[in-house]
């Protein structure tokens, strides 16, 4: 079974510009999970998705959001970058929303802000 | 509030020796546990979780883990450690306040020496 997928797995961007990161979770699994890993605040949560809608969300200003499609599939969207928005972005998916569920991660995009 | 706590931000063994990764939690609500390695420029990967069965957990790569409710830890060990064990490790927690929320501690950096 192929893993979690994240595109692009490298992006730069200026400040004020806005960027789209994709995540295709493991078949068959529904619900996807975002985080923002940067060497200052650590893994921080970004949202959850589970059937197309949002279940939870971190303390992340609306500069950020996100939506899922019904094949499961993600997006994450920043606005009006800024430069503290520079990281790794994480996307993590899981068969439901059980808190046991495991979630498996992707590898990630860097995002860096010009 | 749930938080969790990783005691040591930096771990130094030489190889062939205990490694212990010290982790509290605290949560007003029944949580799972994880524990999470990330290796330079790879993604994350579980290595082991409790899920209120078992309070010792089995993972991978020899490690294991205690959940203790009373002293609210899960710390992290294995008993020789091995060259390929240097990494970052996570110990997250996940509770339903209403929707998930997944915490991730701060990390810890493990350091093996030859």
């Known amino acids: 079974k192929a893993g979690v997928t994240q595109t692009p797995r490298y992006l730069i961007k200026t400040r004020g510009q806005q960027v789209t990161l994709s995540c295709s979770p493991i078949s068959g699994h529904r619900s996807v999970s975002w985080y923002q890993q940067t060497p200052g605040q650590g893994l921080q949560f970004l949202f959850e998705?589970?059937?197309?809608?949002?279940?939870n969300k971190g303390n992340f200003p609306g500069r950020f959001s996100g939506r899922q499609f019904s094949n499961s599939r993600s997006e994450m969207n920043v606005s009006t970058l800024e430069l503290g928005d520079s990281a790794l972005y994480l996307c993590?998916?899981?068969?439901?929303?059980?808190?046991?569920?495991?979630?498996?991660f992707g590898p990630g995009t860097r995002l860096t802000v010009l | 509030a749930q938080s969790v706590t990783q005691l040591d931000s930096h771990v130094s063994v030489s190889e062939g020796t205990p490694v212990l990764l010290r982790c509290n939690y605290s949560?007003?609500?029944?949580?799972?546990l994880f524990w999470y390695v990330q290796h330079p420029n790879k993604g994350l990967q579980l290595l082991l979780k409790?899920?209120?069965?078992?309070?010792l957990v089995k993972g991978i790569n020899g490690f294991e883990a205690e959940f203790k409710k009373s002293e609210t830890s899960f710390h992290l060990t294995k008993p020789s450690a091995h060259m390929s064990d240097a990494a970052e490790y996570f110990c997250v927690v996940r509770v339903n306040t209403g929707g998930f929320k997944t915490i991730f501690g701060a990390g810890t950096r493990l350091f093996v020496k030859a």
């Open positions: 993590a998916s899981s068969l439901s929303l059980r808190g046991s569920d495991t979630q498996y």
């Open positions: 998705y589970f059937s197309e809608t949002q279940r």
């Open positions: 949560s007003s609500y029944s949580p799972s």
């Open positions: 409790y899920t209120s069965a078992a309070t």
